[in-house]
């Protein structure tokens, strides 16, 4: 059974909302509403078909954070559930509307407010590519961002990611500092503007929107280098792992990426054939110009360098991280959707052994990707690895024998917020602020799980 | 005995020397000449005794690397020793002539010769903050500096130090990329000019000049920030240690300093007194201006914020890391030479565990100051405990005590090149690569004690 058919939705006052929107852009079309209401939730074969109904009534396009608060302010009179989103590139259904009720399409809210050395501050639905385009020529970069930065925004980052391109070196967002501030609605008939610094504006971190509406958004910036896309390739899985360790605790190379992937994963990388030969693991990584040399140097040799090539981001280009995180997962399932995936956290304490012992107990179904990440000050792996999908049950088995061997899972196969997110979430009391921001349970009804309306 | 009087030195044929040496610059002022070849091995009581006769017989000061080739083939036709030596800052004797011979004063080879974004080459001899000065314009610093940055050079950091300011963020100067280059010049009667790229750089790192005579080196740089000075006082070295421990994990805060610096230490430090209270343990740290905010919000109200204002280095000023590294010694030193120091390096698995046990152990003999640093990319603590001296033999039981309980301890109270490094030293053969470029062992005869001239 579908969520929709279950849920035995509610039907709301959309003619009386249409009165109280006045002039805020909306779309009506039910192609386009149901189009905009999806994200790649299908990655999953379990929420593909538990989710496969899910759609808003209407789309609501603010032009502004006056538009904002009119709309949220006409939602909390009608009890109307909001549902905010961007880019729509979730892997889980983060921003599915799983109660129906307003899409808040956030991707008419963009540009730079301000920047200066070290950070800037930009409206939630700006796209992650044109932010790091605007600072870049004053020599800075976002510290980090998902495979996803072509297509997705700042604030759906920051509200339904952990990290990416660049955690290791900077760590996820959940690291103090990796969030500067957030400007977010409350779902008031009185909408009220909160500003949350620093530790605070963890309480919107990977949240799914449940925790307010994210208008604006402070981040830390890098100083920006150019970046060299380089793809090693190996024997064995084992010898790209031992090189992208080496690489990962080298501090004295600055990198942005450091990717193992195991054969035959890259046989799926038709774009990138020739630097993938037959039956070779591979080693993805990204590598400051500067220090190319140092980098090589670490290699001493080892595996061979079948790719170099600076970073390149243009509409007709494909970057080099469009083949890691999880566009590695996208890059299979574009021509074969037998597959599915997990989120992974290894442990940082016996790495190798955790990694390899995980690679021979589901070999030729769970196929090893890995990710180096800084993690609370520590270099390890999450891992975001292809699973040859049976059945349901096999897969929530083999989350559980992960679990059992000390390999933390963040689920991507259950849509509520608290049974996937595990070592993804920010330690933050988002339960009890959003009985502050939300008290009707308005946002996204059904994803924060655990939530009860306060009134 | 002193060094000098068991040694038997030989003599030279100064004059000799003097005819081949032509319009190169020499001193010949005895006083200049004993002057010039003492560094700060007074810092040991050990080293003081052993080392306070030894002296240079002359000292050349080459304008040019033609100078330094003319100078070291004569000195390997007449088998004269050669010491190269810059501003003098090495705590250990690194670049006392223990043989006598040649002092070769490399302080007026100077100058950037290039930079681009991300490395620099200079000349061995340049002062390291007038290096930092010429590039900071550009939007770049060195990735690290010793304590002594406003006398010391670029070329004596890296044949006499290990790391510094900045180690906390690239680890230290072993780390593959910290040195990009170096250009030698070998001791033969014919010198020929080496340049070593990469992992073959390490063959003059930290080898006191043993290696070949550095003439030009290439290093990394980093983008520069604008850096705040930060001292926080608690009420106990442990609170002092954990809150240090917290920032230097935290990938969030780009930091360059972190240093939990025990009481009554800072009792010593009189021209920072307002910020030292009495009977407070401190943590020195600086973190870059943008991300002070995130520093404080890691403290979260642990400590009392004492100082805090941008770094200084101009002529008048003390910046703050002149407290830190080996600094934090000298300001003891000042007033009380009773005391003298060690090098430690604590594990990187159980570092609390550890750090504590040491503190505990030797409570008011080895007072404990530590140096947050990455090392082979871990935070560990690197420490330069301040020791109150009784007698040579108490001070090797110390140093027994601190190994057999796992701390590595780089000791500063030898004078070979073997004795002292432990875990400072350079990953390459130094032994061998000294054969072929100093096969008389002509460059400072006794440092390298396990060297044996192959002609």
């Given amino acids: 059974m579908t969520l929709h058919q279950r ?53 609501v396009k603010p032009r502004n954070e006056a538009d904002v608060v009119r709309t949220v302010a006409a939602c909390a009179k009608l009890r109307i559930p909001v549902t905010a989103r961007a880019g729509g590139t979730g892997n889980y259904g983060q921003a599915m509307p799983l109660a129906g009720g307003v899409l808040l399409d956030m991707t008419d809210m963009t540009g730079v407010i301000w920047q200066k050395p070290g950070s800037v501050r930009v409206r939630a639905g700006t796209n992650i590519l044109a932010l790091d385009q605007e600072i870049r020529p004053n020599g800075f970069e976002l510290r980090m961002h998902p495979s996803t930065k072509r297509t997705a925004t700042i604030g759906g980052f920051v509200a339904g990611g952990s990290g990416g391109v660049g955690s290791v070196a900077y760590g996820g967002l959940r690291e103090p500092g990796n969030i500067l501030a957030a400007r977010i609605v409350t779902i008031e008939e009185e909408p009220r503007m909160l500003e949350l610094r620093q530790d605070a504006a963890q309480k919107v971190n990977r949240a799914y929107g449940t925790t307010g509406i994210i208008t604006e958004l402070e981040m830390p910036t890098a100083p920006a280098w150019p970046w060299i896309d380089v793809v090693v390739a190996f024997d064995s899985f084992a010898e790209a792992f031992r090189a992208g360790r080496d690489v990962a605790h080298a501090d004295g190379v600055v990198k942005k990426l ?47 360098e079948t790719y170099a090539s600076p970073s390149r981001e243009e509409p007709t280009e494909t970057p080099l991280y469009e083949y890691a995180w999880n566009h590695t997962t996208l890059q299979w399932l574009k021509t074969d959707r037998s597959v599915t995936y997990l989120q992974l956290l290894y442990p940082q304490d016996r790495l190798e052994e955790s ?20 993690f ?42 608290e049974g996937g997110s595990r070592h993804k979430r920010a330690e933050a009391d ?15 009804p059904g994803k924060m799980e655990s939530y009860v309306p306060v009134r």
């Avoid at 990694?355 to 800084?374: K, Q, S, T, W, Y």
């Avoid at 609370?376 to 024998?401: D, H, K, N």
């Avoid at 339960?431 to 996204?444: H, I, Q, S, T, Y």
Wanted: glycine content about 6%; overall charge negative.
């Fill in 258 to 304: 450091v990717t193992p992937i195991a054969w035959p994963i890259p046989s799926q990388f038709s774009a990138l054939k020739d630097a993938c030969p037959e039956g070779k693991s591979i080693l993805v990584c990204m590598i400051a110009e500067p220090f190319l040399d140092s980098f090589r140097t670490i290699l001493g040799g080892r595996g061979q």
């Fill in 376 to 417: 609370a000050g520590r270099i390890t792996c999450s891992a975001l690895p292809i699973v040859r999908y049976t059945t349901a049950e096999r897969l929530f088995e083999i989350i559980r024998m992960h679990e059992e061997r000390g390999v933390m899972v963040a689920n991507p196969h259950v849509y509520g917020l």
């Fill in 7 to 59: 849920a035995e939705r509610a039907s709301y006052d959309l003619a009386a909302l249409d009165a109280l929107l006045g002039d805020v852009p909306v779309i009506r079309d039910p192609i386009l509403i149901r189009r905009r209401s999806r994200d790649f939730f299908w990655y999953s074969p379990i929420l593909a078909e538990q989710l496969k109904e899910v759609s808003a009534d209407i789309v």
């Fill in 355 to 374: 990694v390899m012992e995980m690679a021979a107990l589901f070999e030729g179904e769970v196929l090893p990707h890995l990710e180096f990440i800084r």
């Fill in 430 to 444: 988002q339960l009890g602020f959003k009985a502050e921001v939300d008290p009707m349970g308005l946002l996204n």
